[in-house]
């Protein structure tokens, strides 16, 4: 079974643009999470998604937002990036919505912002 | 406030012991994971404890004191490969509220 893929790997944008980014998850699971690690700060969560449904999100700004698709695969956005945004955004996906399941993650999209 | 302490940093000798501990304080628990993440990979599944006791798992076990709101994690036989940082995650009211991270150095 193909794991979770995320793209882009790499991003380079400068202060005031937009961001997406884009994860599939593992084929079966409907449920996908969104992370952003920073040195130092460990895991945020962002949100996550099931079955197209945000189930909950976590203390960011809305500029970060997202969305998932009829095949589970997620996209997050972020608007008029900061300097603070630079971070390694992190997906992982479940069988089960929630925390109660082991989540596989992908390997990361790692943004820096100029 | 939802809190999870570990050590930020531990070294450890190849073949010793080593347990990594993490405290909480969270207004619900409905279960500890344990993630493994080495440097510039993504964070892969160790262990899960939803009861108190110790989950052994080969030369990995997990121990959890929901009384105390603690948990570790205990490697034996350590070798160089299990070099990385060690995170403790929370299922409080299913969100999962992470630790920073323990990063443990191995050394010959």
């Known amino acids: 079974k193909a794991g979770v893929t995320q793209t882009p790997r790499y991003l380079i944008k400068t202060r005031g643009q937009q961001v997406t980014l884009s994860c599939s998850p593992i084929?079966?699971?409907?449920?996908v999470s969104w992370y952003q690690q920073t040195p130092g700060q460990g895991l945020q969560f962002l949100f996550e998604y099931f079955s197209e449904t945000q189930r909950n999100k976590g203390n960011f700004p809305g500029r970060f937002s997202g969305r998932q698709f009829s095949n589970s695969r997620s996209e997050m956005n972020v608007s008029t990036l900061e300097l603070g945004d630079s971070a390694l955004y992190l997906c992982?996906?479940?069988?089960?919505?929630?925390?109660?399941?082991?989540?596989?993650f992908g390997p990361g999209t790692r943004l820096t912002v100029l | 406030g939802q809190n999870i302490d570990q050590p930020t940093e531990m070294t450890a000798t190849e073949g010793a012991i080593v347990q990594i501990n993490c405290t909480y304080q969270?207004?619900?628990?409905?279960?500890l994971f344990w993630y493994q993440q080495h440097a510039g990979e993504a964070p892969t599944f160790l262990s899960y404890n939803v009861l108190d006791g110790l989950e052994e798992k080969g030369r990995f076990s997990s121990f959890l004191s929901r009384s105390k709101g603690y948990s570790y994690l205990l490697l034996k036989e350590l070798q160089m490969k299990d070099s990385a940082s060690y995170l403790c995650?929370?299922?409080?009211?299913?969100?999962?509220?992470w630790g920073a991270g323990t990063k443990l150095i191995i050394k010959p």
């Open positions: 992982a996906s479940s069988q089960r919505q929630g925390a109660t399941d082991t989540q596989y």
């Open positions: 995650a929370v299922n409080s009211n299913y969100q999962l509220i």
């Open positions: 084929s079966g699971h409907r449920s």
């Open positions: 969270t207004s619900g628990f409905n279960g």
